[in-house]
């Protein structure tokens, strides 16, 4: 018999779309409770998926008993299991699908696929008390400004070829910069062009509402090869011109909408000089700026569990013979059945 949820009903969100295995848990209104992140750091090179997924194997069992421990709740007080369903890396998102499903039949509890994507605007609603805003969603894997229109959260503009995470990550890389745990590479790249000054001319590059940043890497790497610049101004150059087109693109997005809000985030939301671009251009379409803090703006759990529990208040579960992952699932595929109405 399943439970019925109840003020002191959990939802357990699993996350392991690429380099990060996590596990939040969060009540049905809308307290989180934990939110457990264990990175896989790569000795070198970018993400291997195996590996990935190897490492979230490995941490699975300890990052669970800590989010457990941490939310003082117990197994038993668990009411739904959600996971992030795609889109991913395969062997991450199999791995993390597993665990949910291990934990879903054991526990007796409903199993609720969730869209990652969808997943870093709900969440960032919730935390930063966004009603409705135009979302610049930045990270490692994923590049997309969106808003609600009709039951869908609408993708008005994305990346043609690499997220803009990725253009700093391979450019850091090539750069003879290391990954660290706690310091990310783009985070690296912040810090080297807060000393820069000059700016270089690089590929500016908007189709339409898209925007394509490999033509901008290979010649950013190029400057590099041609030793005439400082490190600090290549870095600058870079967050300028990337910055620059994805506030241009948000910008247009607002000015259409008209939406109330501007909110930033993912992993590159970090970046203080991008916010701060994104702050003056929606105070000057009279939208407030919203910010969503680090740990709930990276891939997390909490994120997973929260958007879990708005689809299961609207009847959607998912059994498991069904639950297969889903490589390629776009955000504007997942009906939105919470907002609006
Ligand atoms: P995510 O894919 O959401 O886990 O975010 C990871 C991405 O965020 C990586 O590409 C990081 O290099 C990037 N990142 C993290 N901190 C910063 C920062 N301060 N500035 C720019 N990029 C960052
Ligand atoms: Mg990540």
């Not at 307290?31 to 195996?50: D, F, Q």
């Not at 990954?179 to 908007?206: C, D, F, H, N, W």
Request: net charge neutral; proline share 4%.
């Amino acid at each position: 018999m399943l439970k019925r949820p109840s003020a002191a009903s959990y939802c357990l969100g699993i996350e392991s779309t690429a380099d990060d295995f996590s596990v939040g848990i969060v009540s049905f209104d809308g307290k989180i409770l934990t939110n457990v992140i264990s990175a896989y750091v790569p000795e070198k090179g970018g993400i291997h998926p195996r590996e990935a997924a190897r490492h979230h194997a490995e941490v699975a069992g300890k990052v669970l008993a800590k989010a457990f421990q941490r939310a003082k709740v117990k197994p038993q007080d668990i009411h739904i299991i959600a996971f992030s369903q795609g889109p991913g890396l395969g062997p991450c998102l199999r791995t993390g699908a597993t665990a949910a499903r291990a934990l879903a039949s054991y526990l007796r509890v409903p199993l609720v696929g969730v869209n990652h994507c969808v997943a870093h605007i709900e969440i960032g609603k919730l935390v930063a008390e966004a009603r409705d805003p135009v979302t610049l969603y930045v990270s490692g894997g994923n590049t997309l400004v969106s808003a609600f229109e009709a039951e869908r959260y609408r993708v008005f503009g994305e990346t043609l070829d690499i997220a803009v995470g990725n253009c700093l990550d391979v450019f850091a890389r090539e750069a003879g910069l290391h990954q660290k745990e706690g310091m990310p590479l783009g985070a690296m790249v912040e810090e080297l062009a807060s000393r820069g000054q000059a700016l270089i001319s690089l590929p500016y590059t908007v189709k339409g509402m898209d925007l394509s940043f490999s033509g901008l890497l290979t010649a950013a790497v190029q400057l590099l090869h041609d030793e005439k610049h400082s490190l600090e101004d290549v870095c600058f150059s870079l967050q300028e011109v990337a910055f620059s087109m994805l506030t241009e693109v948000t910008e247009r997005a607002l000015a259409h909408t008209e939406k109330p809000e501007v909110l930033l985030t993912g992993g590159v939301a970090a970046n203080k000089r991008l916010q701060s671009m994104l702050k003056s251009v929606a105070e000057e379409h009279k939208a407030r700026f919203c910010m969503v803090p680090k740990q709930y703006a990276l891939d997390n759990g909490a994120m997973i569990a929260w958007t879990g529990i708005l689809a299961y208040q609207h009847h959607v579960t998912l059994p498991i013979e069904e639950s297969f992952v889903k490589l390629k699932w776009r955000l504007d595929e997942v009906p939105i059945l919470w907002v609006g109405g």
